[in-house]
């Protein structure tokens, strides 16, 4: 496949001569690249580690008024000054290059198309050297005993829960309420609205209702 290159060689070019893309050219939006602070030093320790990738991975430049706008690779003009470099490798692209292009490759640059199987990272690869170049694991998630032992229940398993203030197996009936109004209505109905907790002893709002309270106040209705 043939195509028609709008790049120079690699120039070593004075970072005093490179700008970063702040929107200064018309038709080019201010770079939105940005990364998070431990990402940005993780970055920071790749170029330290591995200098020569930047010339495998080199910066693509505009010229404009003698100087040169970074199209890609401004976070990583930015590392590079931190850490003292005075130049760096770069591609400079043609001046007659459309402006349309140059947003084509500012984009194309910050866009991932793949994904990285992290099974296999995690597997077959060193996840300490992973880590070092930048690679990122989401942390496991705590292993929640509640959640495993809901999900295995079924209708054969399922059993009654124990109340504590008995501390034996006691036949419960559930009341569903789609709504505050006729849950509201049912506690006072059933004069629920201040019981004595059978947890803690002290009188307040409870879900709970001794068989007994309920058949004085069902009876009394019927009165």
């Not at 209708?155 to 559930?174: M, N, Q, S, W």
């Amino acid at each position: 496949m043939m195509f028609n290159s709008t790049m120079t060689e690699i120039t070593n070019l004075a970072i005093s001569l490179l700008d970063f893309n702040k929107g200064q050219l018309v038709g080019l939006p201010k770079n939105p690249r940005f990364f998070r602070d431990y990402r940005y030093e993780a970055m920071k320790k790749s170029i330290q580690d591995s200098p020569e990738m930047l010339e495998l991975r080199e910066l693509i430049v505009f010229p404009m008024n003698d100087r040169y706008i970074v199209v890609c690779g401004n976070l990583r003009l930015r590392a590079c000054k931190e850490l003292g470099y005075t130049e760096l490798p770069c591609k400079v692209l043609d001046a007659s290059t459309d402006v349309k292009k140059l947003r084509e490759y500012a984009t194309k640059d910050n866009v991932n198309f793949g994904e990285n199987d992290l099974d296999v990272m995690s597997n077959e690869w060193d996840k300490t050297e992973l880590a070092d170049w930048g690679v990122e694991f989401e942390p496991e998630k705590p292993k929640d005993e509640f959640k495993d032992r809901f999900d295995s229940l079924n209708d054969d398993t399922a059993v009654y829960p124990l109340i504590p203030k008995y501390d034996e197996k006691h036949e419960l009936f559930i009341i569903e309420s789609a709504n505050e109004v006729d849950s509201n209505w049912l506690r006072e109905r059933l004069g629920m609205q201040r019981m004595r907790s059978y947890k803690t002893g002290k009188v307040s709002k409870s879900n709970v209702i001794d068989i007994k309270d309920v058949r004085i106040a069902l009876e009394g209705e019927k009165k």
